[in-house]
């Protein structure tokens, strides 16, 4: 009886920390392909005559891809990661690159899975992203 507790409290341990990885992996794979697809839609500005954006929707977990009048993909946010309290800490949530690669907004979008952040800052101007990860 005893061995069988001790087991059963062994195993739901556990399966928190399972969970607790697999949230943790699942925002950390999401902040990296966010920031892989700015960086995508960056340098596709940088060699064509027309802009690229990324279109964050503020009040949903998901993103467009756009090269000047198309939509070249529609993204969502892993199941579980959202942007902190639901909006972006952008002033504007549509992110516009020129032809130089030059960002026309700066700010940090934080994603959160409710207990880690991961921040993707973008830098006005010459438009470089970073992350970064926050317990």
């Not at 990885?21 to 392909?33: H, K, N, V, Y």
């Not at 639901?86 to 516009?96: E, F, K, N, R």
């Amino acid at each position: 009886m005893v061995v069988v507790s001790i087991s059963t409290i062994s195993l739901s341990i556990f399966t928190v920390a399972l969970v607790s990885l697999e949230r943790g992996m699942a925002l950390r794979a999401t902040s990296t392909q966010l920031l892989a697809d700015m960086r995508a839609m960056q340098n596709l500005a940088c060699t064509s005559d027309v802009f690229a954006e990324v279109w964050l929707d503020p009040y949903d977990t998901g993103y467009r891809l756009i090269q000047g009048t198309n939509t070249l993909e529609w993204d969502s946010l892993a199941l579980g990661v959202n942007y902190v309290d639901g909006y972006l800490q952008l002033p504007v949530h549509v992110i516009s690159y020129d032809n130089l690669g030059n960002a026309q907004v700066g700010g940090v979008i934080r994603l959160t899975d409710g207990r880690h952040e991961d921040d993707v800052n973008l830098y006005l101007g010459a438009g470089w992203q970073t992350g970064g990860w926050f317990s």
